[in-house]
């Protein structure tokens, strides 16, 4: 009876994760409960027009529009973000625990990659026009390698919030103990305090 009740909590594990993601909605839209008027404007969004004219960035942006910027969102399985990278930058290794990340090139080249549960690493140099996608959950990164050009790029997700985790400030921006950390790295205190002072104040 034991090993019975076993399996069938096995299977309803294995079926809930592979149907996990945002949940379903039973109405065309979810409609906030702030009086706000459903009309055309709600399902619009204008975010992304600072882009148009914009200098040149000097640093690492991203613009995203997901349901906290763009509440229309709420129930519709979908989100974007435009990364706009400074030559020689990158967007460091993160996940996003929600959703799988679909990136299209718009303008100049990008090494891309990410790691899987096996610790492989799967990487490739895009070019403008192409096309990679991040599963769901992996830690993965861009980086302009190019020191003279910028490149900007439009990330389409499966959720509507499909949440980010910076890796190094997930490790070297929270209360873990020193003396934890230089065990897990294999290195001492004054190393892990370098890398958490170089890393203060940065998201």
Known sequence: MKTMFFIVV?????????????????????VPQDNTTIDGNFFTYTG????????????F??????????????????????LDFPPGLVNPPHTHPRASELLFLVDGTLEVGFVDTTNKLFTQTLKTGDMFVFPKGLIHFQYNG?????????????????G????????????IDDGVLALSFKT????????????AGKS
């Open 10 to 30: 096995l299977i309803l594990s294995a079926l809930s994760e592979s149907m996990a993601g945002d949940p379903d909605i039973l109405s065309d839209f979810i």
């Open 48 to 59: 992304m027009r600072v882009l148009l004219d914009a200098p040149e960035a000097k640093t």
């Open 61 to 82: 942006k991203v613009l995203k529009a997901s349901m906290a910027e763009f509440p229309a969102l709420n129930g519709q399985s979908v989100s974007y973000a435009v």
């Open 146 to 162: 190019d020191k003279k050009n910028e490149a900007l790029a439009v990330s389409a997700f499966g959720s509507a919030n499909a």
């Open 164 to 175: 980010t985790v910076s890796v190094p400030n997930s490790v070297f921006n929270t209360t």
């Open 188 to 199: 001492d205190v004054y190393t892990i305090q370098k890398i958490k002072a170089g890393l």
